[in-house]
């Protein structure tokens, strides 16, 4: 009876959604669906994207730089669900879906402009999305994904492979024209596996660190763990000293070198990294002169040696190869490798300034049997 | 009536796409052969079509058990002369991963890196960089890193900036039946243990086969290599690797450097018109860099070089110390140069055992006393070293 009842009700039902009138985010279990509509993460009221009420928005404390994009993110709990500490790490319940939409203000005539401000929801008047990445958690842990906006901003559709978007940027230094790269799902697990390569991928910005900060900068709201425990997401919020960030003009350049490359390198140079064949650790955590890269040679740097020596040269940025691989947009030269085709001015200026105020020396080679 | 029915389906269906904006777009073949990568599953074997494929990012595969496989190094080719994404061609981080009978051309970085993976096999596969030795070419060909069990054979490489074929950090290894041309370096196998090194051709590279260990890496103390059987021939081609680099350092005319690796069994080999020197053995302290790690061995130790045949070289050495003792003598540079570095308390033979190199001469640059008393007593290295076992590795056949 009761089944036959939902069968009659249930195209009333599906309509309904359609109509919008279904409001809530919806989890799949296993595939992937094709329209990053069918999540229903947002709302769309046809000019404008808005995250659906039920949806968190947040904002890491120690953000990572992508081509100038803003960053729209937001993150969904199944009804019911509740994060747990474990280990010091947030665990998400099966179900959890963290959204990222990447987009850039649009000035005068639909031209590309750096982002400044934090938006809450995007208008389509005024912004350009360009890619929603999401990372959810099923039963085997979180799979990432990343959907495209097609061109008329009405739908992003699923890309595994990634995808090239040819942009232009207005800034004040300038219009650039670059590609902007959408990452395939094994560039997703580029940065988000850190314990390379058979470690668990999982989330960089909703960690506990992160999300100490308050979400507005002013830091007139509550930190977001609390904004979450007030949701029903968490027991208790846990007690944690937000992340340093790179941009915080009150920390010292120490702090702020480190935490930019924490948040920037630290993925692949870390110990258990992609990238610990360089013998490189720049996570932030490490300081070691050695392990910075202070008077290190390169190993497999090819190109991206710059024609220098050291890694870092104190004192001495401009004869450094981790300011050089920063200033270089060539591929196979530039760090980090994956998220950016532009390089990143403030990053650059921030390291620059911290290599300046190291002290000490790297001695000159005596090259006794080479062809130097 | 069945055709009519079909069309009124076929109405509805095209309402709801274009209701929800565009169709799914194409993809090209680079987008559908990385899909492929992602999508694959342990056992697959991924075919690439012969036929130039131009590619614009990097690929990359993470899934175990995987088979990439061409119709032939000159017919299947990955092209990325147009690459504007990503540090090399394709980037493995995968176990039991066979790659055979393609060619990867004209990356911007590595063309193929293999990073922390088990069971590899590289077969007939061809890496270059087309407009010939240039320091723009990307760095290495052939490259697996914190690998084991690897099998490279029957492949080619030409034109890296650094080298060719480049085993790095890695153990259980053999390289064999293949060819390395106009490289920085031929074939390299660095901070790596128990590797084979056979019936391979190195020529016209600045370095023919480098043996090296260098510091401040998280896997080193090299050692365990047979090098035997090659013809390393005529690698004369003037250094073309990027300043920085350790290769950059390798004088042009190079045919066999071993640095600062221990248990060396070099044998059977053909040297012939090397112009710096046929065969090098020198520590790190060569290369005048520092060194910042305590753990690290600059010395070489136990280098057998037996029953090899040498010819020419020595001619025009790339060498300041080199090029002195040719100017000195009046004589080619020896075929065998040891830099004379050596640990406090061992002895000559320790570092150094030659037996039936027939009329191979040799010299000690004597580099720590700098350069000043070069000696050519071939006598003190007259002992038996110890022969190496065959190594074995668990991959295909």
Same mark, same amino acid.
């Given at each position: 009876m009761i089944r036959s009842l939902l069968r009659i009700l249930a195209p009333a039902i599906l309509s309904a959604c359609l109509l919008g009138a279904c409001a809530e985010p919806r989890f799949f279990e296993q595939d992937n669906p094709q329209r990053l509509s069918d999540w229903n993460l947002f709302r769309d009221d046809g000019s404008r994207f808005i995250p659906r009420e039920q949806t968190l928005v947040f904002a890491p404390a120690n953000p990572l730089f992508t081509d100038y994009a803003g960053k729209l993110r937001t993150m969904w709990l199944p009804a019911g669900g509740q994060a747990s500490m474990r280990g010091g790490e947030l665990e998400f319940p099966v179900g959890s879906i963290l959204s990222k939409t990447f987009y850039y203000p649009t000035g005068a005539d639909g031209v590309l402009l750096e982002s400044i401000d934090h938006e809450n929801e995007l208008d389509r008047q005024r912004h350009r999305m360009i890619e929603t990445r999401l990372l959810v958690r099923r039963d085997d842990g979180w799979h990432a994904m990343a959907y495209v906006w097609n061109d008329d901003q009405a739908e992003a559709f699923l890309r595994v492979a990634g995808a090239s978007v040819p942009a232009s940027l207005q800034r004040s230094s300038g219009t650039e024209e670059f590609v902007y790269f959408v990452p395939?799902?094994?560039?997703?697990?580029?940065?988000?596996?850190?314990?390379?390569?058979?470690?668990?991928?999982? %989330?960089? *910005? /909703?960690? +506990?660190? &992160? !999300?100490? $900060?308050?979400?507005? %900068?002013? *830091? /007139?709201? +509550?930190? &977001? !763990?609390? $904004?979450?425990?007030?949701r029903g997401w968490l027991e208790a919020a846990p007690v944690r000293t937000a992340a340093a960030s790179w941009q915080d003009s009150r920390a010292d350049l120490d702090t702020r070198a480190l935490a930019y490359m924490n948040i920037h390198c630290g993925h692949c140079h870390n110990p258990d990294g992609a990238a610990d064949t360089s013998a490189l650790v720049l996570d932030g955590r490490h300081r070691n002169p050695v392990e910075l890269g202070v008077c290190k040679t390169p190993v497999a740097a090819g190109g991206g040696a710059g024609d220098l020596l050291y890694s870092i040269h104190p004192g001495a940025p401009e004869r450094s190869i981790l300011l050089y691989r920063m200033e270089s947009s060539e591929p196979d030269e530039m760090m980090p490798e994956l998220g950016r085709s532009l390089a990143h001015e403030e990053g650059i200026a921030l390291i620059r300034d911290w290599i300046a105020a190291m002290e000490g020396d790297c001695p000159e080679p005596v090259r006794a049997f080479g062809n130097g | 009536m069945f055709t009519d029915f079909r069309i009124a389906l076929a109405i509805p269906v095209a309402l709801t796409l274009a209701a929800c904006g565009e169709p799914q777009p194409q993809l090209s073949f680079e987008e559908s052969l990385?899909?492929?990568?992602?999508?694959?599953?342990?056992?697959?074997?991924?075919?690439?079509?012969?036929?130039?494929?131009?590619?614009?990012?990097?690929?990359?595969?993470?899934?175990?058990?995987?088979?990439?496989?061409?119709?032939?190094?000159?017919?299947?080719?990955?092209?990325?002369?147009?690459?504007?994404?990503?540090?090399?061609?394709l980037l493995v981080s995968a176990d039991d991963f066979t790659i055979e009978d393609l060619a990867i051309e004209?990356?911007?970085?590595?063309?193929?890196?293999?990073?922390?993976?088990?069971?590899?096999?590289?077969?007939?596969?061809?890496?270059?960089?087309?407009?010939?030795?240039?320091?723009?070419?990307?760095?290495?060909?052939?490259?697996?890193?914190?690998?084991?069990?690897?099998?490279?054979?029957?492949?080619?490489?030409?034109?890296?900036?650094?080298?060719?074929?480049?085993?790095?950090?890695?153990?259980?290894?053999?390289?064999?039946?293949?060819?390395?041309?106009?490289?920085?370096?031929?074939i390299e196998i660095e901070n790596s243990t128990f590797a084979d090194v056979y019936d391979n051709v190195a020529t016209n590279n600045t370095g023919g086969i480098l043996v090296f260990d260098l510091p401040n890496l998280p896997v080193q103390g090299g050692r365990n290599t047979r090098v035997f059987n090659n013809s390393i021939v005529d690698n004369n081609t003037a250094n073309f690797a990027p300043?920085?680099?350790?290769?950059?350092?390798?004088?042009?005319?190079?045919?066999?450097?071993?640095?600062?690796?221990?248990?060396?069994?070099?044998f059977g080999n053909e040297f012939a018109g090397n112009n710096s020197a046929n065969m090098m053995v020198v520590s790190y302290h060569i290369t005048g860099l520092p060194i910042d790690d305590e753990n690290y061995d600059p010395f070489p130790e136990s280098i057998h070089v037996h029953d090899n045949s040498f010819s020419g070289g020595g001619a025009e050495p790339d060498s300041e110390p080199l090029a002195l003792l040719r100017e000195a003598t009046g004589q080619a540079v020896p075929d065998i140069v040891w830099d004379g570095t050596i640990l406090p308390g061992k002895t000559a033979p320790d570092v150094i055992c030659m037996r039936g190199n027939g009329d191979a001469d040799f010299v000690n640059l004597d580099a720590p006393g700098g350069f000043a008393a070069p000696s050519f007593e071939i006598g003190p290295h007259d002992c038996a070293g110890e022969e190496l076992p065959e190594v074995s590795i668990s991959t295909g056949p």
């Open positions: 395939n799902e094994n560039q997703c697990a580029g940065c988000h596996v850190t314990v390379h390569p058979d470690g668990p991928l999982h %989330p960089l *910005g /909703a960690v +506990p660190e &992160q !999300l100490a $900060a308050a979400a507005n %900068p002013d *830091g /007139a709201h +509550p930190s &977001q !763990l609390q $904004a979450m425990r007030e | 990385q899909q492929q990568l992602i999508e694959a599953e342990p056992g697959d074997v991924i075919d690439i079509p012969a036929g130039t494929h131009e590619l614009t990012r990097s690929l990359s595969l993470n899934v175990p058990g995987v088979t990439i496989r061409g119709a032939g190094m000159d017919s299947s080719i990955l092209s990325f002369r147009n690459q504007l994404q990503g540090a090399e061609g004209d990356t911007v970085g590595d063309a193929l890196k293999i990073n922390d993976s088990d069971n590899v096999t590289v077969r007939r596969v061809r890496t270059e960089w087309t407009g010939g030795p240039l320091t723009t070419n990307g760095a290495y060909g052939i490259y697996p890193v914190q690998s084991s069990n690897i099998l490279i054979d029957g492949s080619v490489a030409i034109g890296a900036s650094d080298a060719g074929i480049y085993v790095g950090q890695s153990t259980r290894i053999i390289v064999r039946n293949s060819r390395a041309e106009y490289n920085v370096a031929g300043e920085g680099n350790i290769v950059a350092t390798v004088p042009a005319g190079s045919g066999l450097m071993v640095l600062a690796n221990d248990n060396i069994e070099v």
